[in-house]
C-alpha cells in the first residue's frame, strides 16, 4: 500500500485549456474526497464519493469542473476552460467508511498544483 | 455557516519549548474535530482525531483537547523539536447524517528554531 498517489504533482496550463487530475486511493478505500487549497489558506471541500456514487458536492465545483470515479477505483477531476483563479493545489483524500470501522480518518496524497498563465 | 478560526498564524519557538496551538469553531454541532499537519508543498497528515463525545486525545508528544460548548480545541506539543515544523491544520466535520466535507481553519505555521 503505497497511500494515496496524485497526478501530475504539477501542471501549468495558458487561460483556457482544459485539466485532468487523477487520484489512486488506498485500495480498500471506499470514500475519496477532493479538496482545493490556495496559498495560505485551508482546504476547501469540492466533492466526495463512496465508491463510485457522488454523494456530495460544493458549490465551489462550478459547471467548469466535473469528477468522476467509474469503478469505484480511482477519480478524475477535470477542469474545462481554466481560469487564473482556478491556480491552486488539488488535494486528493480517501478513507474507509462503515459502521464497523469507527472514525472516519481520511488520508490525504501530496496534491496536484495548478498554475494557470 | 461554520468558520474555523486558529490563532496564532505563526509561531517560533526555541527547541525543547511546550506549546499550544489554538482552534475555535463557530458552530458546535459537530461530529468530531481533526488535526493535521501540513509540510511546505506536501499533502496532509492526520495526527488526531477527537469524536464530540470525546475530551481528549494523545499521540506520543501530542495532547488534543475539546470544548464543544465553547467552541474550542488546542493542540499541546511537548518538548517541541525542529521536526516539529510544520503549517498544523484543525478541521471539524459537521454532525454524523449532514455532511461529510471537513471545514478548515487557515492553519498555524510552526517554527522550531534548533
Known amino acids: 500500500d503505497t497511500g494515496v498517489s496524485q497526478d501530475p504533482r504539477h501542471k501549468i496550463t495558458k487561460r483556457g485549456q482544459n485539466v485532468t487530475f487523477r487520484c489512486d486511493p488506498i485500495?480498500?478505500?471506499?470514500?475519496l474526497y477532493w479538496y482545493r487549497q490556495t496559498l495560505g489558506q485551508g482546504p476547501e471541500f469540492l466533492t466526495y464519493?463512496?465508491?463510485?456514487?457522488?454523494?456530495?458536492k460544493s458549490r465551489l465545483l462550478s459547471d467548469r469542473f466535473s469528477a468522476e470515479r467509474p469503478k469505484g477505483s480511482f477519480s478524475t477531476l477535470e477542469i474545462q476552460r481554466t481560469e487564473q483563479g482556478d491556480s491552486a493545489m488539488y488535494l486528493c483524500?480517501?478513507?474507509?467508511?462503515?459502521?464497523?470501522?469507527?472514525?472516519?480518518?481520511?488520508?490525504f496524497g501530496a496534491g496536484s498544483r495548478l498554475t494557470v498563465l | 455557516k461554520q468558520e474555523v478560526t486558529q490563532i496564532p498564524a505563526a509561531l517560533s519557538v526555541p527547541e525543547g519549548e511546550n506549546l499550544v496551538l489554538n482552534c475555535s469553531f463557530t458552530?458546535?454541532?459537530?461530529?468530531?474535530l481533526q488535526w493535521f499537519r501540513q509540510d511546505p508543498g506536501k499533502g496532509l497528515t492526520s495526527l488526531l482525531l477527537?469524536?464530540?463525545?470525546?475530551r481528549e486525545q494523545t499521540s506520543g508528544r501530542l495532547n488534543a483537547s475539546l470544548d464543544k460548548s465553547s467552541g474550542r480545541s488546542t493542540l499541546y506539543i511537548a518538548a517541541s523539536q525542529p521536526g516539529d515544523s510544520a503549517t498544523y491544520l484543525c478541521?471539524?466535520?459537521?454532525?454524523?447524517?449532514?455532511?461529510?466535507?471537513?471545514?478548515f481553519g487557515k492553519g498555524t505555521k510552526l517554527t522550531v528554531n534548533p
Open positions: 477527537i469524536q464530540s463525545s470525546q
Open positions: 483524500a480517501s478513507s474507509l467508511w462503515g459502521r464497523s470501522s469507527g472514525a472516519n480518518v481520511l488520508t
Open positions: 478541521a471539524v466535520q459537521k454532525s454524523q447524517g449532514g455532511s461529510e466535507k471537513l471545514v
Open positions: 485500495s480498500e478505500h471506499n470514500r
Open positions: 464519493f463512496q465508491n463510485e456514487a457522488q454523494l456530495e
Open positions: 458552530d458546535s454541532a459537530i461530529y468530531n
